[in-house]
C-alpha cells in the first residue's frame, strides 16, 4: 500500500491556513460597506461587475474603483440601481464594495 503524506501535509496546511485567507477578504468590516438604498454610493473595489440579474445574470460593463452606484432597491446579496461612469445604465451589483 502506497503512503499520499505529501497529499494529507498539503490539504492539512490549507485547512490551517484556511481562519488567515478569510481575515483579508475585501468584505471585511471597515474596509467596505453595503449600500444604502436612495443613496449614491462610491465603489471601493478594484472592480465590480454590473449584470442584468442579481448574481449570475449576463455581464453588462464593469464599475471600476472611484465611480458610483445610485442603490435603488436589495435583494439578497446584490443590490439594483444605475451605475455611473462608462455603463450609465440600471442593473445589478454584489452589494458589500461601496466606500464606508
Known amino acids: 500500500m502506497r503512503c499520499h503524506r505529501p497529499v494529507l501535509l498539503s490539504y492539512a496546511l490549507f485547512v490551517a491556513a484556511l481562519p488567515a485567507i ?57 443590490v439594483y440601481g444605475f451605475a455611473y461612469g462608462d455603463i450609465n445604465r440600471r442593473g445589478w451589483v454584489t452589494d458589500g464594495y461601496f466606500c464606508p
Open 22 to 78: 478569510a481575515s483579508v477578504t475585501p468584505s471585511a468590516p471597515g474596509l467596505m460597506a453595503n449600500g444604502t438604498i436612495g443613496k449614491r454610493e462610491t465603489v471601493c473595489a478594484n472592480d465590480l461587475y454590473v449584470r442584468t440579474d442579481p448574481g449570475t445574470g449576463a455581464w453588462m460593463g464593469t464599475l471600476f474603483k472611484g465611480q458610483t452606484f445610485l442603490v435603488e432597491r436589495r435583494s439578497g446579496g446584490s
